[in-house]
């Protein structure tokens, strides 16, 4: 793999998801456990920080009125709102205390699913010349399946980590991981992201 053109795209990698007091994590904990997330994800930062492969986190980020979701949200950003989570500059809002978060990397805020809608995300990958993108983060037939497909659509190679993913249940995890990422991205464990890298 060549590591010069890569960035670990890590997403919604937040408190509110990841921390036993966030405001959504009862909803993923049972899929955090079984796919071992905080861990797998630790060790694929450590492997792309030895690799010299950037580290890009986007995060989840509203004001208290929730305006951005307009006056009706309903589906999951309904449940955002309910909930409480994600507010920007809030301790649910932060990258997880969990993860081996560093300051040299970027932090994208937004507002939607997609990584790439009314953001720089791809205006800053474009400038460093990248054009493999390694995803893991939350959820993962949400916000990971909407901007692993966007990615695709640009023209990325996108390569889904799916050991390094969770969501509200395992079986929504395991049916996008089997029957939709082998469409749109190259779906692998961290252990073979990490082999590939370090060889």
């Known amino acids: 793999m060549n590591t010069t053109k890569s960035a670990l795209i890590l997403v919604d ?37 030895e690799q010299g492969i950037p580290i890009i986190f986007t995060s989840m980020s509203f004001t208290e009125s929730y305006s951005e979701m307009g006056e ?26 969990g993860i081996n978060a560093s300051e040299e ?22 400038e460093q010349g990248i054009n493999r993108l390694i995803f893991g983060g939350l959820v993962t037939d ?3 399946e909407t901007s692993i497909r966007s990615a695709y659509d640009f023209g990325y190679e ?16 395991i049916s996008s991981v089997e029957d939709n990422f082998p469409l749109f991205s190259k779906p692998m464990t961290h252990d073979s ?5 370090a060889a």
Request: proline letters at 1%.
């Open 158 to 173: 996108a390569i889904s980590l799916v050991d390094c993913m969770a969501s509200i249940n395992q079986t929504a995890h």
């Open 193 to 197: 992201f990490i082999k590939q890298i």
């Open 13 to 49: 990698c937040q408190n509110d998801f990841l921390a036993e007091k966030g405001a959504l994590y009862s909803a993923v904990v049972d899929s955090l456990n079984a796919n071992d997330v905080v861990r797998n994800i630790n060790r694929s930062i450590a492997s792309a920080r």
């Open 72 to 97: 009706n949200p309903y589906g999951i950003l309904a449940t955002v709102k309910q909930s409480g989570a994600f507010v920007r500059d809030s301790w649910g809002a932060a990258i997880a205390e």
């Open 105 to 126: 990397d970027l932090v994208i805020q937004k507002n939607t699913m997609c990584a790439f809608k009314q953001t720089h995300l791809k205006k800053n990958l474009d």
């Open 142 to 144: 949400l916000c990971l």
